[in-house]
């Protein structure tokens, strides 16, 4: 009988590849942000920025920390919290950061890219993500063809609602689904029933053209792995069979990569 092979292990690979990272490919990583950064080191780069030979467009984020309940999975830095004044006093502040951070950057660049993160940020009013908006555009230039995006909590939204951002100008969506089996949404502790889901996505599907303007309209389709998701010995829910594969569709986009990210300096505000 032939014996399975070993396994090899390059203790030099492991070693240099062993240590912790950070769990997300954003940059700056949350284990580059340290004290030792000033804040006027932070005016000078983004001043240094300006001056380039073409100085890059921008791409600007917002974290939205806020969630009405935790699911047990995430690791994001969040605020549980159903206070309802929180979400305008978050305004407040993100207000008074951009007149901190905006002023820093010409004009004449561009913004491309807009996301917001969260946290939930449909924990805010769609009034209130309008109003987000706003203070995004009254202080930078906005191209034409903006890819401007949110992830969606489909318990914090209605149809009525993804209408409304449509109308705001969210070109980009991405619906938060982990699983439709109702045990394993009890277990992560993020219960939604299949109908509420299938009612924001078919909003979604009504609103139409979720692509920026002038980008590729075609869409890359990952049919998910049933083994992957579903618990051992269960089939694909008839919900599933329903809902599948559109419900990963997602619009082709030009791969992020570190190189790509320096272009586009990123605002923050948690």
């Keep these: 009988m032939n014996e399975s092979p070993r396994p090899r292990f390059d203790a030099d690979l492991i070693e240099k590849y062993g240590g912790e990272g950070p769990r997300y490919t954003s940059y700056p990583t949350a284990v580059q942000f340290s004290d030792t950064f000033s804040a006027e080191q932070w005016k000078d780069a983004l001043d240094d920025s300006n001056r380039l030979p073409i100085p890059a467009d921008l791409s600007l984020y917002v974290h939205v920390p806020f969630c009405s309940s935790p699911c047990f999975y995430c690791g994001c830095n969040r605020v549980i919290t159903r206070s309802k004044t929180a979400a305008q006093e978050f305004l ?12 820093h950057f010409d004009r004449d660049r561009k913004v491309r890219q807009v996301h917001l993160g969260g946290g939930t940020p449909t924990f805010l009013e769609t009034a209130q993500i309008g109003q987000l908006m706003r203070l995004l555009r009254s202080r930078f230039s906005f191209a034409a063809d903006a890819e401007i995006g949110l992830e969606v909590d489909p318990r914090s939204v209605t149809p009525a609602d993804i209408r409304e951002l449509k109308g705001i100008g969210f070109n980009r969506i991405s619906i938060g689904i982990q699983d439709l089996d109702p045990e394993v ?15 924001i996505i078919g909003a979604a599907r009504a609103v ?44 082709r986009r030009k ?12 605002l923050a505000s948690s």
Excluded at 186 to 198: G, S
Excluded at 209 to 214: K, N
């Design 92 to 103: 407040v502040h993100l207000e008074k950061e951009l007149d901190l951070a905006a002023p």
């Design 185 to 199: 949404q009890k277990a992560v502790n993020r219960i939604h029933d299949a109908a509420l889901v299938a009612s």
């Design 208 to 251: 139409r053209s979720w692509q920026a303007p002038g980008r590729d309209p075609r869409c890359r389709v990952r049919r998910p792995d049933p083994t992957e998701h579903e618990p051992a010995g269960r089939g694909t829910t008839p919900h599933r069979q329903n809902l599948e594969p559109r419900l990963w569709i997602e619009p």
């Design 255 to 266: 791969r992020w990569s570190r190189k790509s990210a320096r272009s586009f300096p990123t």
